[in-house]
């Protein structure tokens, strides 16, 4: 083992062992991904008593909850699923984030453990500079949570290094058809609207059934609300202005052309071998010129 990386390990393990043991549980944040059974090792390592939680969004990957059980933890379940929020919200996306606040950014415990890492994004590096910060779920009730974030100077290199050289399995959504480790790999909700588009879309195609359950509850929204999605007459265009598009021009562009209105319903029906005949698919006509 490399000593940069002994060196970061009795690091963790010292921040670990710092934390305070009076003020209830510590909640251990266990996600099911590679950081979290880093966090979780580093934490018997450290010798202290946690709460290994996991909080389930209901649109979880395959084989992640089995793995969350296997390593002890605790399967918190939501009180409303995700398809149930979009029915009363409508489509989230990167901008719209109430998935995340409702689904996975709660309090358990006053005191928690998270496996972020600096080196993951920009957005992190910018946002995470020291090892213990303080968290506010829910502002209207001021739900403050004190973080410790033991690898959060860890790289991909040392995570990969630390988990071959304990031996830890991880969810299988890391390792190929051969079994070989792959620590690039990233764990996250099925089909999550935080996740580039290609990466979205081979969730979908992975998954067709989530395209369908996507619509679905978008088009119960649309009846409920007695409206359209902003733009969009029907959840078929919602959705897909979504997944595809980066603006309402490009998805008006490729959809009202000279030759008529692009059947987005047939589209989908092809691409992903669904049938979404049971979800209303009216539309408003609109030139070329009028969709801008």
């Not at 008529?260 to 049971?278: A, C, P, T």
């Amino acid at each position: 083992m490399r000593k940069e990386l002994e060196k970061k390990i009795n690091q963790a393990i010292r921040l670990l062992q710092s934390i305070p043991t009076d003020k209830g549980d510590i909640e251990l944040s266990y996600s099911g991904g590679k950081d979290s059974d880093v966090i979780l090792k580093l934490s018997q390592l450290a010798g202290i008593k946690v709460r290994v939680i996991y909080k389930s969004t209901s649109i979880d990957p395959p084989g992640t909850i089995a793995h969350a059980t296997k390593n002890g933890a605790e399967i918190i379940r939501p009180k409303k699923t995700f398809f149930q929020l979009v029915e009363q919200k409508g489509l989230p996306s990167l901008f719209v984030r109430f998935c995340c606040s409702e689904l996975k950014e709660y309090k358990i415990c006053d005191t928690a453990i998270q496996g972020i890492r600096r080196s993951e994004s920009r957005a992190r590096n910018d946002r995470y500079q020291e090892p213990q910060i303080c968290r506010i779920y829910n502002k209207s009730k001021n739900q403050r949570v004190s973080v410790f974030l033991p690898i959060l100077e860890w790289t991909d290199e040392d995570v990969d290094e630390f988990i071959k050289a304990y031996n830890i399995q991880c969810a299988p959504v890391y390792y190929d058809e051969e079994g070989k480790f792959h620590v690039e790999r990233r764990l996250g909700c099925m089909c999550c609207p935080l996740a580039s588009r290609k990466k979205r879309l081979e969730e979908f195609h992975k998954h067709p059934r989530m395209v369908r359950l996507y619509v679905k509850a978008c088009s119960k929204w649309m009846k409920t609300k007695r409206r359209s999605n902003g733009k969009y007459p029907n959840a078929i265009d919602a959705f897909c202005a979504t997944v595809y598009f980066d603006s309402y021009a490009q998805f008006c562009e490729k959809t009202y052309t000279m030759f008529g209105k692009f059947d987005w319903r047939e589209f989908l029906e092809k691409e992903f071998d669904i049938n979404l005949q049971d979800i209303p698919y009216t539309y408003e006509d609109k030139s070329p010129v009028s969709a801008y």
